[in-house]
């Protein structure tokens, strides 16, 4: 059943429109710097996050494992990774820690000089379901041991929990079971879709984890896949569900503004290309991370991706080069101008909490 969900959730993606109906990242927008008064070539797009060295502030998001297709996608995505120098994420290694004969799937990104790899849980899957024993500590620690991962993703997918006919609808007692793996393993608590708030960006840092994946709302909606999933299946309830949850959640560069408590920040959720990773740091993210955007180019192959990753990075230093930037130390300190449907998002965060960090002597 696994197998089946990951690889309809593989071809729902390619074949469907699963987008948010709006991608929040055009609101964001730069002063064009007539003169730049830098060279291209004096660009330097490194950054280090979780203690290792990234050419460029780009991590590939968790997107699959555990069924044969997977192995040939994480094999293209871990080969352009290591040659280019960016993160990688795997996605979800429940399929694996309940089959060991899947691992092959995900063990395929090793030793490919891929700079930061990031292990992937669910949440859910930390406390008991319906029927199923909970993952501890061990089943944590045998995850990152897969794939050598510097760090573990722990994923909040409940929006996708409430839509897929094999929903994991128990969420009492996941802050602590997080606790208790981050007191043990480095952790990175990542959103999927729905974006992080401010109380629980808060919540996730005391409870210990190293970073987090804000995984906003503009990109991907898990609640249109499983829309898709539910009228295939004729699950008119879920379908209906999905629908009505389409655009649910906190736009990405609003959670990333409102998760900054101090820990690094990855802005995943319809990041498309280098601009919107330009865009991402100027509002303090310390990594984009993108899914769908390279999911078509890692059903080709390596080569495929490589040529992505590096169109996104010329397009990264395009957008520094505009705004004079010659590392992404001064585009972090860029001031970005909030426009459209995301101002208004901006003001409610302000008022709520008065220190939002794009405001915060932006304004
Ligand atoms: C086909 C597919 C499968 C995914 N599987 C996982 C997963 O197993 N674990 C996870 O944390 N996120 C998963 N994601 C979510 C992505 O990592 C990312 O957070 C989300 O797609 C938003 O980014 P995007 O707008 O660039 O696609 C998946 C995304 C896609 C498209």
């Known amino acids: 059943m696994v197998k089946q969900r990951k690889a309809d959730h593989i071809d729902i993606s390619l074949n469907e429109n699963v987008n948010a109906d709006y991608n929040y990242w055009d609101d964001i927008r730069f002063y064009h710097k007539a003169l730049p008064?830098?060279?291209?070539?004096?660009?330097?797009?490194?950054?280090?996050?979780?203690?290792?060295?990234?050419?460029?502030?780009?991590?590939?998001?968790?997107?699959?494992?555990?069924?044969?297709?997977?192995?040939?996608?994480?094999?293209?995505?871990?080969?352009?990774?290591?040659?280019?120098?960016?993160?990688?994420?795997?996605?979800?290694?429940?399929?694996?820690?309940?089959?060991?004969?899947?691992?092959?799937?995900?063990?395929?990104?090793?030793?490919?000089?891929v700079p930061l790899v990031i292990g992937n849980i669910g949440a859910p899957q930390l406390i008991p379901q319906e029927g199923k024993k909970a993952f501890g500590v061990e089943e944590c620690r045998s995850a990152m041991e897969m794939v050598d991962a510097d760090i573990l993703a722990i994923h909040m997918n409940y929006l996708q929990e409430i839509v897929q006919p094999e929903g994991d609808l128990?969420?009492?007692?996941?802050?602590?079971?997080?606790?208790?793996?981050?007191?043990?393993?480095?952790?990175?608590a990542k959103e999927t879709g729905a974006g992080i708030s401010r109380e629980m960006a808060e919540v996730l840092r005391d409870a210990g984890v190293k970073g987090i994946d804000v995984g906003g709302l503009g990109g991907t909606s898990f609640s249109a896949v499983e829309y898709y999933r539910a009228r295939k299946g004729g699950e008119e309830s879920l379908e209906r569900l999905g629908k009505t949850f389409w655009n649910w959640g906190i736009p990405t560069p609003v959670s990333l503004s409102l998760a900054d408590v101090g820990l690094p920040l990855v802005a995943t959720g319809g990041i498309r290309n280098g601009l919107d990773v330009a865009r991402s740091v100027s509002l303090g993210a310390n990594s984009a991370g993108m899914a769908k955007r390279l999911l078509e180019a890692a059903t080709r192959s390596a080569d495929s991706v490589e040529?992505?990753?590096?169109?996104?990075?010329?397009?990264?230093?395009?957008?520094?080069?505009?705004?004079?930037?010659?590392?992404?130390?001064?585009?972090?300190?860029?001031?970005?101008i909030i426009t459209g449907p995301m101002a208004p998002w901006m003001d409610a965060a302000r008022l709520r909490h008065g220190s939002v960090r794009i405001l915060n002597g932006h304004s």
């Open 37 to 113: 008064e830098i060279d291209v070539s004096e660009i330097e797009t490194s950054i280090e996050l979780f203690g290792k060295k990234l050419s460029a502030p780009i991590i590939i998001s968790a997107i699959t494992g555990g069924y044969d297709k997977a192995e040939f996608i994480n094999h293209n995505l871990a080969v352009a990774a290591g040659r280019i120098g960016v993160g990688l994420g795997i996605g979800s290694q429940r399929a694996a820690i309940e089959k060991p004969a899947l691992a092959h799937t995900y063990e395929v990104i090793k030793g490919k000089n």
């Open 170 to 188: 128990k969420a009492r007692g996941c802050l602590n079971a997080i606790r208790k793996v981050a007191a043990e393993l480095p952790v990175l």
């Open 307 to 336: 040529k992505e990753l590096r169109l996104i990075v010329e397009e990264l230093k395009g957008a520094m080069f505009l705004t004079g930037c010659v590392n992404i130390r001064d585009l972090r300190n860029v001031c970005p």
